[in-house]
Protein backbone atom coordinates (compact mmCIF):
# COMPACT_ATOMS: atom_id res chain seq x y z
CA UNK A 1 0.00 0.00 0.00
CA UNK A 2 1.77 3.59 -1.06
CA UNK A 3 2.81 5.49 2.10
CA UNK A 4 0.94 8.56 1.72
CA UNK A 5 -2.78 7.51 1.51
CA UNK A 6 -6.05 9.23 1.49
CA UNK A 7 -6.64 8.14 5.77
CA UNK A 8 -2.67 9.63 6.46
CA UNK A 9 -3.18 12.85 5.64
CA UNK A 10 -6.04 13.63 7.07
CA UNK A 11 -6.70 15.18 10.90
CA UNK A 12 -7.21 13.17 13.67
CA UNK A 13 -10.21 14.38 16.22
CA UNK A 14 -9.39 14.53 19.96
CA UNK A 15 -6.55 12.32 20.73
CA UNK A 16 -5.19 9.96 18.31
CA UNK A 17 -5.99 6.51 18.72
CA UNK A 18 -7.12 4.94 22.49
CA UNK A 19 -7.12 1.74 23.56
CA UNK A 20 -5.01 -1.45 23.99
CA UNK A 21 -3.45 -2.62 20.33
CA UNK A 22 -3.30 -6.03 21.63
CA UNK A 23 -6.29 -6.56 23.52
CA UNK A 24 -9.08 -3.86 22.98
CA UNK A 25 -8.52 -1.68 20.35
CA UNK A 26 -10.80 1.31 19.13
CA UNK A 27 -11.67 3.15 16.15
CA UNK A 28 -10.45 6.46 15.46
CA UNK A 29 -12.31 9.27 14.09
CA UNK A 30 -11.70 11.32 11.39
CA UNK A 31 -13.26 14.80 10.57
CA UNK A 32 -14.80 14.87 7.26
CA UNK A 33 -13.75 18.13 6.62
CA UNK A 34 -10.37 17.22 6.06
CA UNK A 35 -12.50 14.43 2.98
CA UNK A 36 -12.48 15.50 -0.35
CA UNK A 37 -15.90 16.92 -1.27
CA UNK A 38 -16.14 15.07 -4.53
CA UNK A 39 -15.76 11.75 -2.89
CA UNK A 40 -18.14 12.56 0.15
CA UNK A 41 -19.98 15.32 -0.42
CA UNK A 42 -22.28 14.94 2.49
CA UNK A 43 -19.21 16.75 4.28
CA UNK A 44 -20.27 20.72 3.27
CA UNK A 45 -23.36 19.94 4.90
CA UNK A 46 -21.43 20.25 8.42
CA UNK A 47 -21.37 16.62 10.03
CA UNK A 48 -18.44 15.92 12.68
CA UNK A 49 -17.20 12.83 12.01
CA UNK A 50 -16.92 9.47 10.26
CA UNK A 51 -15.04 6.38 12.12
CA UNK A 52 -12.66 4.47 10.21
CA UNK A 53 -9.42 1.64 11.04
CA UNK A 54 -6.78 3.27 12.07
CA UNK A 55 -3.81 3.13 9.50
CA UNK A 56 -1.17 1.50 11.35
CA UNK A 57 -3.42 -0.92 13.07
CA UNK A 58 -2.59 -4.24 11.68
CA UNK A 59 -5.34 -6.30 11.73
CA UNK A 60 -5.68 -9.95 12.73
CA UNK A 61 -9.04 -11.76 13.08
CA UNK A 62 -6.98 -14.56 14.87
CA UNK A 63 -5.96 -13.00 18.09
CA UNK A 64 -7.79 -16.00 20.47
CA UNK A 65 -11.21 -14.31 21.92
CA UNK A 66 -12.83 -15.42 25.05
CA UNK A 67 -17.02 -14.95 24.99
CA UNK A 68 -18.26 -12.91 27.52
CA UNK A 69 -21.12 -14.72 28.59
CA UNK A 70 -21.19 -18.84 28.17
CA UNK A 71 -22.94 -20.38 25.13
CA UNK A 72 -26.22 -22.03 25.91
CA UNK A 73 -26.29 -25.77 26.73
CA UNK A 74 -27.99 -27.49 23.49
CA UNK A 75 -29.34 -29.88 25.67
CA UNK A 76 -31.42 -27.06 27.51
CA UNK A 77 -32.89 -25.79 24.17
CA UNK A 78 -36.57 -26.78 22.44
CA UNK A 79 -35.62 -29.85 20.37
CA UNK A 80 -37.57 -27.71 17.85
CA UNK A 81 -34.61 -25.13 17.96
CA UNK A 82 -31.88 -28.03 17.58
CA UNK A 83 -33.29 -29.01 14.33
CA UNK A 84 -33.42 -25.64 13.09
CA UNK A 85 -29.57 -24.81 13.93
CA UNK A 86 -28.88 -28.23 12.95
CA UNK A 87 -29.35 -27.45 9.38
CA UNK A 88 -27.53 -24.23 9.46
CA UNK A 89 -23.82 -23.70 9.20
CA UNK A 90 -22.06 -24.22 12.24
CA UNK A 91 -21.43 -20.68 13.31
CA UNK A 92 -21.20 -19.73 17.10
CA UNK A 93 -23.05 -16.37 16.68
CA UNK A 94 -26.22 -18.66 15.94
CA UNK A 95 -24.86 -20.87 19.05
CA UNK A 96 -24.82 -17.87 21.03
CA UNK A 97 -28.17 -16.94 20.09
CA UNK A 98 -29.55 -19.57 21.75
CA UNK A 99 -30.33 -17.54 24.81
CA UNK A 100 -32.51 -16.18 23.30
CA UNK A 101 -34.60 -19.21 20.95
CA UNK A 102 -37.50 -16.90 19.78
CA UNK A 103 -35.44 -14.69 18.17
CA UNK A 104 -32.99 -17.17 16.17
CA UNK A 105 -35.16 -17.92 13.44
CA UNK A 106 -36.08 -13.97 12.97
CA UNK A 107 -32.75 -13.57 12.61
CA UNK A 108 -31.59 -16.07 10.92
CA UNK A 109 -34.45 -15.48 7.98
CA UNK A 110 -33.64 -11.71 7.65
CA UNK A 111 -29.74 -12.26 7.33
CA UNK A 112 -30.88 -15.74 4.87
CA UNK A 113 -33.19 -12.76 2.79
CA UNK A 114 -30.04 -10.48 2.17
CA UNK A 115 -27.64 -13.51 1.11
CA UNK A 116 -29.81 -15.40 -0.89
CA UNK A 117 -32.29 -13.32 -2.30
CA UNK A 118 -31.33 -10.41 -1.98
CA UNK A 119 -31.12 -8.16 -5.50
CA UNK A 120 -27.58 -6.07 -4.96
CA UNK A 121 -24.35 -7.24 -6.57
CA UNK A 122 -23.26 -9.79 -4.47
CA UNK A 123 -19.31 -7.89 -4.42
CA UNK A 124 -21.37 -4.93 -3.25
CA UNK A 125 -23.23 -5.97 -0.75
CA UNK A 126 -20.20 -7.79 0.53
CA UNK A 127 -18.01 -4.55 0.20
CA UNK A 128 -20.81 -2.96 2.58
CA UNK A 129 -21.11 -5.76 5.43
CA UNK A 130 -17.51 -5.71 5.77
CA UNK A 131 -17.08 -1.81 5.78
CA UNK A 132 -19.43 -2.14 8.71
CA UNK A 133 -17.74 -4.88 10.34
CA UNK A 134 -14.47 -3.04 9.88
CA UNK A 135 -15.75 0.14 11.59
CA UNK A 136 -17.31 -1.97 13.97
CA UNK A 137 -14.21 -3.64 15.09
CA UNK A 138 -15.81 -6.44 14.93
CA UNK A 139 -13.25 -9.42 14.16
CA UNK A 140 -15.73 -11.92 14.03
CA UNK A 141 -18.02 -10.68 11.38
CA UNK A 142 -15.07 -9.40 9.39
CA UNK A 143 -13.16 -13.25 9.63
CA UNK A 144 -16.57 -14.42 8.37
CA UNK A 145 -17.19 -12.32 5.25
CA UNK A 146 -13.73 -12.14 4.03
CA UNK A 147 -14.02 -16.02 3.78
CA UNK A 148 -17.44 -15.15 1.46
CA UNK A 149 -15.95 -12.62 -0.29
CA UNK A 150 -12.90 -14.91 -1.47
CA UNK A 151 -15.45 -17.06 -3.05
CA UNK A 152 -16.79 -14.55 -4.94
CA UNK A 153 -13.05 -13.65 -5.64
CA UNK A 154 -12.92 -10.68 -3.79
CA UNK A 155 -8.71 -10.20 -3.22
CA UNK A 156 -6.92 -9.38 -0.28
CA UNK A 157 -5.67 -6.21 -1.51
CA UNK A 158 -9.66 -5.01 -1.33
CA UNK A 159 -10.05 -5.87 1.90
CA UNK A 160 -7.21 -4.08 2.74
CA UNK A 161 -8.76 -1.14 0.30
CA UNK A 162 -11.84 -0.77 2.17
CA UNK A 163 -10.61 -1.24 5.69
CA UNK A 164 -7.91 1.48 5.25
CA UNK A 165 -8.16 3.30 2.01
CA UNK A 166 -12.47 3.23 1.10
CA UNK A 167 -11.61 5.76 -2.03
CA UNK A 168 -8.59 3.59 -3.59
CA UNK A 169 -8.88 2.91 -7.11
CA UNK A 170 -9.56 -0.97 -6.18
CA UNK A 171 -12.57 -0.38 -5.91
CA UNK A 172 -15.45 0.30 -8.87
CA UNK A 173 -17.37 3.62 -8.69
CA UNK A 174 -19.80 1.38 -7.18
CA UNK A 175 -18.13 0.37 -4.24
CA UNK A 176 -16.97 3.96 -3.30
CA UNK A 177 -19.82 4.86 -3.34
CA UNK A 178 -22.00 2.60 -0.96
CA UNK A 179 -18.81 2.46 0.94
CA UNK A 180 -19.22 6.29 1.54
CA UNK A 181 -22.64 5.64 2.14
CA UNK A 182 -22.78 3.01 4.75
CA UNK A 183 -19.90 5.01 6.58
CA UNK A 184 -22.11 8.13 6.69
CA UNK A 185 -25.30 5.92 7.47
CA UNK A 186 -23.19 3.97 10.62
CA UNK A 187 -22.81 7.89 12.04
CA UNK A 188 -26.08 9.30 11.50
CA UNK A 189 -29.72 7.46 11.63
CA UNK A 190 -30.97 10.99 9.53
CA UNK A 191 -28.64 11.02 5.95
CA UNK A 192 -28.05 14.30 4.61
CA UNK A 193 -29.35 14.86 1.11
CA UNK A 194 -25.74 14.72 0.15
CA UNK A 195 -25.22 11.44 1.41
CA UNK A 196 -29.19 10.44 0.42
CA UNK A 197 -29.33 11.12 -3.52
CA UNK A 198 -26.16 10.33 -5.10
CA UNK A 199 -27.16 6.67 -3.79
CA UNK A 200 -30.64 7.32 -5.14
CA UNK A 201 -29.75 8.25 -8.06
CA UNK A 202 -27.50 5.20 -8.64
CA UNK A 203 -29.48 2.42 -7.51
CA UNK A 204 -33.53 3.50 -7.33
CA UNK A 205 -35.66 3.16 -4.52
CA UNK A 206 -35.73 -0.57 -4.12
CA UNK A 207 -31.94 -1.25 -4.24
CA UNK A 208 -31.52 1.59 -1.62
CA UNK A 209 -33.85 0.47 0.49
CA UNK A 210 -32.57 -2.97 0.45
CA UNK A 211 -28.91 -1.16 1.36
CA UNK A 212 -29.77 0.33 4.12
CA UNK A 213 -31.75 -2.41 5.43
CA UNK A 214 -28.75 -4.46 5.12
CA UNK A 215 -26.39 -1.63 6.53
CA UNK A 216 -28.89 -2.09 9.67
CA UNK A 217 -29.07 -5.24 9.99
CA UNK A 218 -25.04 -5.73 9.74
CA UNK A 219 -24.76 -3.02 12.57
CA UNK A 220 -27.30 -4.96 14.98
CA UNK A 221 -25.12 -8.21 14.14
CA UNK A 222 -21.85 -6.49 14.45
CA UNK A 223 -23.22 -5.34 18.52
CA UNK A 224 -24.34 -8.21 18.88
CA UNK A 225 -21.03 -10.33 18.55
CA UNK A 226 -19.18 -7.64 20.12
CA UNK A 227 -21.49 -7.72 23.45
CA UNK A 228 -21.18 -10.49 23.98
CA UNK A 229 -17.42 -11.56 22.28
CA UNK A 230 -19.39 -14.16 20.08
CA UNK A 231 -15.45 -16.05 19.00
CA UNK A 232 -14.19 -17.24 15.71
CA UNK A 233 -15.09 -20.89 15.11
CA UNK A 234 -12.30 -23.71 15.96
CA UNK A 235 -10.38 -24.15 13.19
CA UNK A 236 -11.60 -21.03 11.19
CA UNK A 237 -14.54 -19.05 10.37
CA UNK A 238 -16.92 -21.42 9.01
CA UNK A 239 -19.23 -18.58 6.69
CA UNK A 240 -18.40 -20.23 3.47
CA UNK A 241 -20.55 -23.35 4.76
CA UNK A 242 -23.48 -20.56 4.44
CA UNK A 243 -25.90 -21.37 1.59
CA UNK A 244 -25.64 -18.09 -0.95
CA UNK A 245 -28.12 -19.34 -3.73
Known sequence: MPQQTL?????????????????????????????????????REGFASIAVMPQDYTFSPWRKTVSRIPYPDPASLPEELNSFTNRLAPLNIFRMLGHA?????????????????????PVTRECVILRVGYVSHAKYETAQHEAIGRKLGMSDEL???????????????????????TDHLVTH?????????????????????????????????????????????????????????
Not at 13 to 36: C, H, I, K, Y
Not at 101 to 121: M, R
Open 7 to 43: FNTMRMSGSTWQGQRDSNPRLSVLETDALPTELYPFR
Open 101 to 121: PHLVKPFVGLGTAFLQQGKLD
Open 159 to 181: FEALRLEPQSDLLTHEQKLVVSF
Open 189 to 245: AHPSDGALKPALKHFGPALLEELVLLIGYYMMVCRFLETFGVEVEEGGPKGTEIKLD
